[in-house]
């Protein structure tokens, strides 16, 4: 159908669609083919076209959209082509962010509640001045991936208060609805990624409401698990899923979830799905240390991190490992849609003022209690830095 009304548009001006052709190659990958319909619109409309093109766009933008609604829970399952928004500008950033990176990665260890585990972070760094270039460069696209990318280098370099104030600018975009990146993958991961760092931001600081905190849990499930379901890129799915998992494992998650819903079993979902969603998510878990797969077996088997004598889940449940795999990822998608009606209903969604007065107590703890508030954020051991 794709291919018929993009034939008939060529027949009508064959000028004009190898010139479209010509200057958007990039929209005909099929990893980029999201980006075909918002081109080809703002193409015609800026060079001109005939009502009979007009009509075949808009007849092309039906099919899209009716496509998607075909699928189960599609809001949440699916990327509504027909919504998408031209944002291949973000390739460009993000060539510039790597080229602004160290070859070689350097490893800070974790703070671990385990006195035999240890956990390491792997980092590349960029120079404050290179951070700053991005900002001046890319800053008033004001697209949430850019955003929150350049966040995270201003936070990890800890700088939280040029941070905290790029998330803000995220964490309101992602909190309204409609918004133009809830059908953008670079849009989902941008959001995604600044609603995690407000969660950490709030768990750290004194004085903030249980209840905005579970807001923004509910908003990142959300949003990261859109992502699960509709990214191309292998790392970012899988990234997607063990983030998603650790929303389950968190101390509040039996305060979003719905009644009679164990987190612990999402959690064991999850984390085999990090390891078995695409077929490089397996080599992946290996290349990273995070063998997602044994995680999972070792907490069906024992209910717990550490290998034990209570048996686990495999006592407790009647369902066997891979049946509670299945259920509990058709279960983790219901939720995610529970939540999306909460949020195209506007009540999910953060009142305007009380988002202000959040951030501002971020703000103020930054100040006041920089040192704690540094520990607890990055979660790094002592090695010098004060």
């Known amino acids: 159908m794709i291919k018929e009304i993009l034939k008939q548009i060529s ?7 190898y010139e479209f052709q010509a200057s958007n190659p990039l929209c005909f990958k099929e990893d980029k083919g999201n980006w075909l319909y918002p081109m080809l619109c703002a193409f015609f409309k800026t060079r001109g076209c005939s009502e009979e093109i007009k009509k075949l766009l808009k007849q092309l ?15 949440v399952t699916v990327i509504d082509k027909s919504q998408c928004i031209d944002d291949s500008y973000v390739e460009a950033f993000i060539r510039e962010l790597q080229s602004f990176e160290s070859d070689k990665y350097h490893f800070k260890d974790l703070n671990s509640p385990y ?8 980092l590349k760094s960029i120079t404050k001045n290179s951070v ?8 008033d696209f004001n697209h949430p991936y850019i955003l929150a990318e350049i966040a995270n280098s201003y936070i990890l370099s800890g700088d939280f208060t040029s941070g905290l104030n790029l998330i803000y600018r995220c964490i309101k975009l992602s909190n309204e609805y409609p918004n133009k990146f809830w059908n953008s993958e670079y849009g989902l991961m941008g959001c995604a990624n600044a609603l995690r760092h407000a969660v950490i931001m709030c768990r750290s600081t004194k004085g903030i409401d249980l209840n905005v905190i579970l807001s923004f849990l509910k908003l990142y499930y959300l949003y990261t698990s859109k992502l699960c379901n509709v990214s191309t890129d292998d790392v970012i799915q899988i990234t997607a899923y063990a983030n998603r998992s650790d929303i389950a494992f968190s101390n509040e998650a039996h305060l979003i979830f ?12 999850d984390l085999y799905y990090a390891n078995f969603c695409n077929d490089f998510a397996p080599q992946y878990s290996e290349i990273t240390g995070n063998h997602f797969f044994q995680q999972s077996i070792k907490y069906y088997q024992h209910a717990s991190l550490w290998p034990n ?3 686990g889940y495999v006592d407790i449940e009647d369902d ?20 999306f009606k909460e949020y195209e209903q506007g009540t999910l969604r953060i009142n305007k003022e009380i988002l202000n007065d959040v951030f501002r107590i971020i703000a103020n703890e930054i100040q006041t209690n920089y040192k704690s508030f540094y520990k607890k954020v990055l979660n790094f051991k002592e090695n010098g830095y004060f």
Request: proline fraction near 4%.
């Open 320 to 339: 066997t490992y891979n049946e509670i795999v299945n259920k509990k990822h058709i279960q983790a998608i219901a939720i995610a849609y529970s939540y």
């Open 11 to 17: 027949s009508l001006d064959e000028d004009a669609f």
């Open 115 to 122: 006195k035999t585990k240890r956990f390491t972070m792997a």
């Open 258 to 269: 719905p009644l009679g819903c164990n987190p612990k079993l999402l959690y064991i979902s």
């Open 61 to 75: 933008g039906t099919y899209l959209h009716e496509n998607a609604k075909q699928h189960p829970m599609w809001e």
């Open 132 to 139: 700053m270039n991005l900002m001046h460069r890319f800053g």
């Open 309 to 311: 004598d209570s048996g």
